[in-house]
């Protein structure tokens, strides 16, 4: 009887793929591809793909920048009313080499998805123009004006860019013998202009885990919660002036308060307009720390007074070949350096040639400020569930990966079923 399923199961599949094999050999009229068309490709992680191809059916997409006519780079940075600045750079190559273009799109903070990738499309479509204006394809285009009464009037803005957000999450999950259950909450105020950018925000968690283990029951509890203010002046197109302060709370590090203030500078060798696609920092901050600890720690305190200071340089670029970013940073104690940190993170993601591309992400750190450290250390199950913070002298996290595609170049059809 199974084998006599599992035979009529062979057959029903051979049947429908056999049937599909068929006309994807006699038909190719849903394969849409434009003779005269550029080909494009376009590097945006969090872009929707398929939705841009249906909307812009004219163009070819490859799957590679190695093959295309033009490049659009579509990177974003959160904007002052709480939306994303999207800058879409477009370069193209041999016949179509122009000078590259930039483009922006903004949206607002309760802009829909729908709205959003709306708003992108249609700034491809006048990106693209340059590019086709002299090609047989820009007969066919059609061109026209949505008039909107009061378009070009500024409307005023009676909160003066002021912003105010609150948001609660919670999470839940269980079975017989265990449940979990976390809670998040944060309040923050800004105000973000092209001279002075200030922020205050609040943050609260808590995070709990039972387990039912020879008719007992082992739990774990953590909270943490902490206030952080900004306040940054620009000073030009390369410097900017900060001034940060924070309070944590938080059983993980075993502190049961502790408070920091600090100011520093910060130099841009590219000017700050280049941001979300190039960037070279280097900042330098120092302050006062105050802790407060819920245990002894291993260094006999229950509260201490610090001097502290930090400097770090990152760099980033994007561009359509892949981006890197790097960044490195040094800080330790001011009354003993040998308490120090360092960390170091670089991502790299790379279109080599052909369908190879190669990316690698980690971060390493020298861990020797772990002044929190309770001197009884920590139970079982809170080395378990990393309740609580343990000693180290090194972090590290790395990713990596090679892919490789091979065959049709192009990109062009969306296919949504299943």
Partial sequence: MINKTIRI??????????????????????IVLTNDAPKIFINCDYCDLDYIRQEISYMNYVRHPGEADINI???????ASGGDEYKLVFEGKDSLRNKP?????????????????????????LGLIPFIANKPLAENLLIGYNKTEGATIQPEDKWDNWIFSLSAYGYLSGEKSSNSSSLWGSASIKRITEELKFELSYSYSYNEDNFEINNSTVSSISR???????????LGEHFSAGFFGTTNQSSYYNTDFSGKITTGLEYNFYPYSLYTS?????????????????????????????????ISLTYLIKETWGSIN?????????????????????????????????????????????????????????????????????????????????????????????
């Fill in 224 to 234: 943490s919660n902490g206030l952080y203010l900004e306040v940054v002046q620009s």
């Fill in 73 to 79: 780079l579509i990177t974003t940075t959160s904007t």
């Fill in 101 to 125: 273009d930039t483009l922006k799109y903004i949206s607002k903070i309760n802009d829909s998805e729908e709205l959003i990738r709306k708003g992108l499309v249609h700034k491809i479509k």
């Fill in 326 to 418: 790097t960044s490195i940073s040094y800080s330790n104690y001011l009354n003993d350096f040998k308490k120090k940190n360092l960390y170091l993170y670089s991502g790299i993601s790379l279109y080599l040639f052909g369908g190879l591309s190669f990316d690698l992400w980690g971060n390493f750190t020298m861990v020797h400020d772990q002044i929190y450290l309770p001197k009884g250390g920590a139970a079982p199950e809170e080395v378990i569930l990393r309740r609580k913070a343990l000693s180290t002298n090194y972090r590290y996290y790395c990713y990596f990966g090679l892919t490789y595609a091979f065959g049709s170049i192009y990109n062009n059809i969306v296919n949504p079923r299943f």
């Fill in 9 to 30: 199961s062979l057959i029903v599949i051979i049947l429908i793929f056999g049937k599909s094999i068929s006309i994807s050999q006699t038909d190719t009229s849903n």
């Fill in 278 to 310: 190039r960037q070279l920092s280097f900042r330098y901050q120092i302050g006062y720390q105050y802790y407060q600890y819920f245990e002894e720690t291993i260094y006999d305190k229950l509260y201490e007074n610090l001097g502290t200071h930090k």
